[in-house]
């Protein structure tokens, strides 16, 4: 489907024109028409699908023809972390150029006045993180009386952590009459029961989970020993000077990959939830930048990197959820180009690994131990 044969004004054809969007993604295909139509959603597909897009786009296209003289908030999103929602808000204003419509991301780590002043305008989209949404709400700054449209983006995230009781307390603030949108990468029992308390007779909308293909990402693992493994990740980055994204389970390995590549003189950052906002956001466009080459980061902290031209992906820590390694070696191998993505498998993770074969299919080419 073209995006031209969807029916949207023509300020948002000209905005998708303007960056080159054409063809809608299987998920803006699914969703976009119910969106349009005014029906909650309860959706099933993972960062990477296109799915921002699904529920800016006719969310903008809504609130546009819906016009309205107050100043209320009238679109909320709620995200994870405060990466994705920058990412989320600059989707938002890449369509809504042509559009009187303001965007504004609320979340934690950063000052309050700034956020409280920008409130002070006119905001008809908020793209917040719960804690930090919640804390103005409570402080009376933050009003949600008149809001139309509810998003939950990455739902199974917010939930894995620990955001459970302020959503709660959050939809006491929301009218019940609105349309209500529930995204989550994957949708397991607890989560769709969930969903259910927020959304009225929803349209499900899924997408089948993201296929790593031999095609575009070449696969390798190193079977290593857990005292060898910083070792062996010198010796991988010594012979490769692009940009890798380096995955650990934890902020305190991060910390200390970041401090061990220092001391074989290799500049790195890490970006992990411990780190200020600030700091996060000066790692990542270092990182596109190419200022640094290599950067460090956890899984909740990378959910809304998005990074174009990523060559190297290595899984430092083999993750214990096959969807997470799919989740991350995606980054690398985009839009066409070629990628490379890397295991470090010590004994203790064999059956996490033996998981990740199984469920992507593919059988990763073994390499040597590089260590001198």
Do not use: W
Not at 312 to 325: H, L, M, R, S
Request: proline share 4%; hydrophobic share 40%.
């Amino acid at each position: 489907m073209n995006f031209k044969d969807l029916a949207l004004t023509p300020e948002i054809q000209t905005a998708l024109t303007k960056i080159g969007y054409t063809q809608a993604t299987e998920i803006q295909q699914k969703a976009i028409p119910v969106i349009l139509e005014g029906k909650d959603v309860i959706g099933t597909a993972q960062t990477g699908t296109g799915k921002t897009a699904a529920f800016a786009i006719p969310i903008l296209e809504r609130l546009h023809k819906n016009k309205t003289t107050h100043k209320a908030i009238r679109a909320l999103i709620l995200v994870p972390t405060r990466e994705l929602a920058i990412q989320v808000k600059d989707s938002f204003l890449d369509y809504s150029t042509e559009l009187p419509l303001n965007t504004l991301t609320l979340f934690g780590g950063v000052p309050l006045p700034p956020q409280i002043r920008a409130l002070k305008q006119r905001t008809d989209i908020v793209v917040a993180t719960p804690g930090r949404l919640l804390d103005l709400i409570n402080q009376k700054i933050v009003k949600l009386s008149n809001l139309e449209i509810l998003v939950l983006d990455e739902a199974d995230q917010m939930l894995d952590m620990g955001f459970i009781h302020d959503l709660k307390k959050i939809l006491t603030h929301i009218p019940a009459k609105r349309q209500s949108l529930f995204f989550s990468a994957t949708m397991p029992k607890d989560i769709e029961k969930f969903a259910r308390t927020i959304v009225n007779n929803p349209a499900k909308v899924e997408v089948a989970a993201e296929v790593i293909t031999a095609e575009t990402i070449q696969q390798e693992v190193y079977f290593a020993e857990k005292k060898d493994k910083r070792a062996l990740l010198h010796a991988v980055l010594k012979d490769n000077a692009e940009s890798t994204l380096v995955f650990t389970r934890t902020k305190y390995e991060a910390n200390n990959l970041v401090k061990y590549l220092q001391k074989v003189n290799m500049v790195a950052m890490a970006i992990h939830g411990n780190k200020s906002q600030s700091a996060r956001v000066k790692a990542l466009e270092d990182f596109k930048s190419n200022k640094i080459n290599i950067l460090i980061a956890t899984d909740i902290a990378a959910r809304g990197i998005d990074i174009s031209k990523l060559p190297y992906v290595i899984n430092y820590d083999i993750p214990d959820k096959p969807e997470t390694y799919v989740h991350r070696i995606g980054r690398t191998g985009r839009a066409g180009l070629k990628g490379v993505a890397m295991c470090f498998c010590t004994p203790e993770e064999k059956k996490e690994f033996q998981a990740i074969e199984r469920f992507t299919g593919i059988r990763m080419h073994v390499k040597n131990q590089v260590l001198e």
